[in-house]
């Protein structure tokens, strides 16, 4: 895996419709979306792991768990953004031979979870 230029993403929305502010949420102390970090960073199969906001509030965030923090626009902060138009717009500016997308409202995943689907998707390449 190593020779492999995977990023992984992990996208975060400032405007949460049904729970506000949901990836801030505090579970036992850390905001949920730092459960994805860590988990995507103990998978071991990343080049990169990227965070990914339309919100500046997540860049302190990134530097928290040493992170890239990446800004995208604000036209694709809505509830109403497709999920294409966020990794399209990601990938051009962090261009690779695969991205993961790892989900911060799943904070029971685990790094050994996201490093065998990544292995299990390069295999099957």
Not at 10 to 15: F, L
Not at 43 to 49: A, D, H, M, N, Q
Not at 87 to 113: H, K
Request: charged share 25%.
């Amino acid at each position: 895996m190593g020779d492999r230029n995977c990023i992984a993403m992990v996208p975060a929305r400032i405007g949460s419709t049904r729970l506000k502010m949901k990836n801030l949420a505090l579970i036992n102390g850390k905001p949920m979306i730092a459960y994805a970090i860590e988990a995507a960073k103990a998978s071991g199969v990343f080049r990169k792991i990227v965070l990914n906001s339309d919100h500046e509030i997540f860049r302190k965030l990134a530097e928290r768990y040493e992170v890239e923090f990446y800004k995208r626009p604000g036209k694709l902060g809505s509830s109403a953004t497709k999920s294409d138009d966020v990794v399209a717009d990601f990938m051009e500016s962090f261009p690779c031979e695969a991205l993961a997308w790892v989900n911060p409202t799943s904070p029971l995943q685990t790094g050994g979870e996201i490093s065998n689907v990544v292995k299990h998707f390069f295999d099957q390449a």
